[in-house]
């Protein structure tokens, strides 16, 4: 498509939401404000705003922030979320706009709580938006996890659609997607490998985060520069009333986080930090251990992370928020004469800007940076070898919000990033100084996307959402363009019953050249070029949700099929990391993945929990792998089974359990050997023989994972402890599998090969201490 189509589109889509603006007249009047916790004063997304006597209502967004329109009269308005009391006030609507906000108190075990969660369920039913998992890091710490520490990406991991890499891991396979295919944020700055420890923790410390948002398909039309999926990851501000400490004593790693008020009602702030200390133990035995026969030295590992955030309130109209993130992991493993380290983290800081116009419009600006790189350190005898990759971004962001009508909510905006390349740095260095090599490749690439939306009120029952997202990628001097149409729709057959349905094309013009299942500290990153092509997806989904049992439980069913180009695999034995020309060893092709994706929830009541179960099917293909034959992905998982449920005792003690199962991953296996014998004929060679790519499946995947949470009674301030034992009934689930090689007694010449399952994680047992005060 040229670009003037895709001016011609946008004309045409400014045309139909300027048609019913001019024909509307405003006889309502709006309510605008903001919701948040009278404790802690944060932002509560997801509380209910309404007049039940009118039947209008309206949840808050991910800043708390709500609007409602209303007709002029005298009425009374009710405001409640989870777990808060329900705040109801007389309201007078004129023909005057009016802003209010409201503070919730802490509701303890109130019976008024019964009917928030039901209202909550109710409109998670009505959300215009379908594909999309809500997560907030209360909801994460009941759950059991592992080593005791809390991961809300394994949280999102129990939702249907989702899945894991693999034991342990906590990178996000999204509807068939990888994991370079997901966009994560951090309060709108890019975080480019979300996971600590080999992938088997991700960088989110929970006591920072507020809330997490995953979009899974039918993706609004500001998010862009991915496939798959998009995770919004938005950090707390701090308590603005008083100064508050928490944090958690766990088996490997502790935390502990600080907040509290800079200008009272005007600046907060939070800070928070958390360390492994394995690194401390396995120094100890190495020590112990040094000198003995048999001694072989455990590698040294640790991360550590910190995140910051300074909120400050301009005025009725302005906010800035200050957000950072700084992380890194540190492994080293060295003998007498092999030295070995790899470090790699993430470097982030945004400053953003909210500015209110009026009740009908405001815009949200940021400015950011972004880093991810990653280093290797060698040394063998007298050689040192040291290969580094990284990337480097700057971007400007602007986010225009116009509420047109009472039908009508506008949003326009733009994004610019400059990125930064350095892949495959090498220095090769010996103690002669007339020996050294330098090799690598840099790139500077400029990524820029704009785009518009509509979300469109047709009458009560139909509710449309449309939108156009523009997209570009300049780099080595070729320019690719694109464009990503976006459209969703709710239809109320019902009030218990909804039906929704969504299209989306996404662009990716950067690409994930190693990748591995548990996210190794080998990842670069590759600009879109003359010869590699930006990937494309588009996806369309429908589904149904219906709320039983009176409004206590939520059954949800989606179905989607993703078509996906431009997918990118390499050559057998490519040489990915020390090689000036890597685009060489790059294969080009396609992909598709479809499913179905069941889920009924329940958030009422003792007992409440979950239970997901998604059926799916992901291929790619490739002319010149498998003889051009589709095959499945590795991560193609006929079966996915996810159980949790949480259930209070009483005031002190909650139980938790969560059950995971799952079809084992698609690999390729030799299904017979042949013996090549050297000229003299006295060496023989095994070579394998193998059929068609990842036509075997390893042993599927299960664990039970179990937690108990007591709360302590400290004279000042919350403490509990929390219990988990992850993987209770001991299932050795496979990591991945190899062949040992069986030779003749006597001749000492292979006879046999025997395939061996290697397992990480047995029954884990762990306790931690947390607390706040």
């Known amino acids: 498509m040229h670009l003037p189509s895709y001016l011609l589109s946008l004309f045409l889509l400014l045309l139909l939401v300027k048609a019913p603006l001019a024909q509307a007249q405003v006889v309502n009047a709006t309510i605008t404000g903001q919701v948040r916790s009278a404790t802690d004063r944060q932002p509560l997304p997801g509380a209910t705003v309404g007049v039940p006597q009118l039947g209008i209502g309206t949840i808050t967004d991910a800043k708390g922030m709500y609007r409602l329109e209303l007709p002029a009269g005298t009425y009374t308005l009710q405001v409640s979320f989870i777990g808060y009391e329900t705040i109801t006030q007389p309201l007078t609507v004129g023909r005057t706009n009016q802003e209010l906000d409201f503070r919730l108190e802490d509701g303890g075990n109130m019976l008024q709580e019964v009917v928030v969660e039901a209202n909550t369920l109710r409109q998670k039913l009505n959300t215009n938006q379908m594909s999309v998992e809500q997560l907030t890091s209360t909801e994460a710490k009941l759950l059991p996890a592992l080593f005791g520490e809390v991961d809300l990406l394994k949280t999102l991991q129990l939702k249907p659609g989702v899945q894991s890499g693999g034991e342990g891991a906590s990178g996000l396979y999204v509807r068939g997607g990888g994991p370079d295919q997901n966009l994560v944020l951090l309060d709108d700055a890019v975080i480019y490998n979300p996971s600590h420890l080999f992938g088997f923790f991700s960088v989110f410390n929970p006591d920072a985060v507020r809330s997490v948002e995953l979009y899974k398909g039918g993706f609004p039309a500001q998010f862009g520069g991915r496939l798959s999926s998009v995770v919004d990851v938005e950090l707390n501000k701090g308590n603005p009333d008083n100064y508050r400490v928490t944090g958690g004593l766990g088996v490997i790693s502790s935390r502990l986080t600080l907040e509290g008020p800079l200008v009272k009602d005007k600046a907060s702030f939070i800070i928070s930090g958390r360390r492994t200390y394995s690194d401390v133990f396995t120094r100890m035995l190495n020590k112990a251990n040094e000198g ?58 945004s400053l953003g800007w909210r500015h209110s116009f009026n009740a009908r419009a405001f815009v949200n600006t940021t400015v950011s940076t972004s880093s991810y790189q990653y280093t290797i350190a060698n040394q063998i005898d007298v050689f040192s070898l040291r290969l580094r990759s990284d990337i480097q971004d700057f971007t400007l962001k602007t986010d225009f919000n116009l509420i047109l009508n009472e039908k009508h909510h506008l949003k326009i905006g733009a994004v610019a990033t400059n990125h930064s390349f350095t892949i495959g740095r090498l220095n090769f260095d010996g103690d ?17 996307g704009a785009y518009v939306s509509d979300d469109y009120e047709v009458n009560p029952l139909l509710t449309l959402n449309y939108g156009l997202r523009f997209s570009g990628f300049s780099n080595s001097g070729k320019n690719y363009f694109g464009v990503e149409p976006r459209a969703s729709a709710k239809y109320n057959l019902t009030e218990t019953l909804v039906l929704k349905g969504s299209f989306a094309s996404m662009m990716q013009y950067i690409h994930l050249v190693a990748n591995s299942g548990a996210s190794l500290p080998t990842d670069v990153w590759y600009p879109s070029s003359p010869n590699v092509k930006p990937q494309r997806s588009q996806q369309v989904a429908f589904g149904a949700s219906k709320l039983l049992g009176k409004g206590k439980y939520l ?21 990915l990391f020390v090689n000036d020309s890597l685009e060489n060893e790059f294969l080009f092709g396609k992909g598709e993945s479809y499913g179905n994706e069941l889920y009924l929830e329940k958030i009422q009541g003792r007992t409440t929990g ?6 799916s099917w992901t291929y790619r293909q490739f002319a010149d792998i498998n003889d051009g034959r589709r095959f499945p992905n590795r991560y193609d998982r006929r079966h996915d089974i996810s159980v949790v449920l949480l259930h209070k005792l009483n005031k002190r003690i909650s139980l938790t359990g969560a059950f995971v199962y799952g079809t084992g991953n698609a690999y390729s296996l ?17 070579v394998p023989i193998y059929s068609d790519r990842n036509s075997f499946r390893l042993a599927a995947y299960h664990r039970l994972d179990l937690g108990l949470v007591l709360k302590m009674k400290p004279k000042r301030g919350e403490s509990d402890l929390t219990f988990s034992i992850y993987n209770a009934y001991n ?8 062949f040992d090689q069986i030779n003749h007694e006597t001749e000492k010449t292979p006879i046999a090969f025997k395939a061996k399952q290697v397992s990480l994680f047995p029954v884990i047992p762990s306790v931690t201490y947390n607390f706040k005060f």
């Open 292 to 349: 003995s026969a048999d001694y072989s030295p455990i590698p040294d590992y640790y991360f550590y992370d910190l995140n910051g955030k300074f909120n400050y309130k301009l005025s009725r109209k302005d906010e800035l928020t200050f957000s950072s993130y700084y992380g890194r992991d540190f492994f080293k493993f060295s003998d007498a004469s092999f030295k070995v380290g790899f470090d790699w983290g993430n470097t982030m800081a």
């Open 670 to 686: 030799p299904v017979a050997r042949f013996a090549m014998q050297d000229i003299e004929g006295r060496t023989a060679s095994i």
């Open 731 to 738: 299932r050795r689930n496979p990591y991945f599998v190899y």
């Open 432 to 448: 002669d100084d007339r020996f050294s090599v330098a090799t690598g490749n840099s790139f500077g690439a400029i990524e820029f």
């Open 555 to 575: 059954l949800t069913n989606e179905v989607y099929y993703k078509w996906m180009h431009n997918q990118i695999d390499f050559r057998d034995g490519a040489n």
């Open 610 to 615: 979950w239970i997901g179960y998604t059926l």
